[in-house]
Every structure is written in structure tokens, then in C-alpha cells.
């Protein structure tokens, strides 16, 4: 037999492990942990997709890479549409402040 006197922490992993993973991970003090990990998922699939299927720089097929330098009024209008998207419409007209009402019970 192998004594693990020294080694709490393998005993530790051994409980751990023959724990149900919902027992573990599905509690209440984790949600913040799901949260922040399930917010940063989505917007990296976000600006993944968004950069592989609309970017003006970025094409997939080779008729499109064989192009070479992208110049040309529908090249430019194109460029501007990417620029331009609906999240960046929005908050053209958004204050740039994080809490705008605190702000301005603040000052006063």
C-alpha cells in the first residue's frame, strides 16, 4: 500500500471528484463565476462572427483574395457600413458615463 500522509490536498481532489459536477459547480455562489465566463463567451463569438462573415478586409474565398488591394467606391461604401454598425449608432447618442444619475445628483 502507498501512504499519503503528506498529500492532504490528493484526498481533498478525491472527495472532490467523487462529487456530482452539478453538486459542484450548479450552487448559488457560482452564478457570478457562470455570469462573467458565459458574458465573455458570447462576445468573443460575437466579434468572431462579426469579423469573419461582414469585415471588409477578411474574405474566405479566393476570387476575393486574389482581388489584392480592396479600392473602389463599393469597396469604400462597404468599409464605411462595417464602421458604422448599430451598436456604434447607439451609443453615438448614450452620455459616456457610467451612472449618469449619480453623476449628476453629485454635482449638484
Not at 458570447?42 to 474566405?60: K, N
Request: charged share 20%; with cysteine.
Amino acid at each position: 500500500q502507498i501512504s499519503l500522509a503528506g498529500f492532504s490536498h490528493v484526498s481533498s481532489l478525491a472527495m472532490a471528484s467523487s462529487k456530482a459536477w452539478r453538486e459542484i459547480w450548479v450552487r448559488p455562489e457560482v452564478y457570478p463565476i457562470w455570469a462573467a465566463i458565459g458574458g465573455a463567451v458570447s462576445l468573443s463569438a460575437f466579434f468572431c462572427t462579426r469579423q469573419i462573415t461582414t469585415s471588409p478586409g477578411f474574405r474566405v474565398y479566393k476570387d476575393g483574395r486574389a482581388e489584392g488591394v480592396h479600392e473602389g467606391k463599393a469597396r469604400e461604401k462597404e468599409g464605411t457600413q462595417w464602421r458604422e454598425h448599430s451598436i456604434r449608432k447607439f451609443m453615438r447618442g448614450v452620455s459616456p458615463q457610467i451612472f449618469p444619475g449619480l453623476n449628476d445628483a453629485m454635482s449638484k
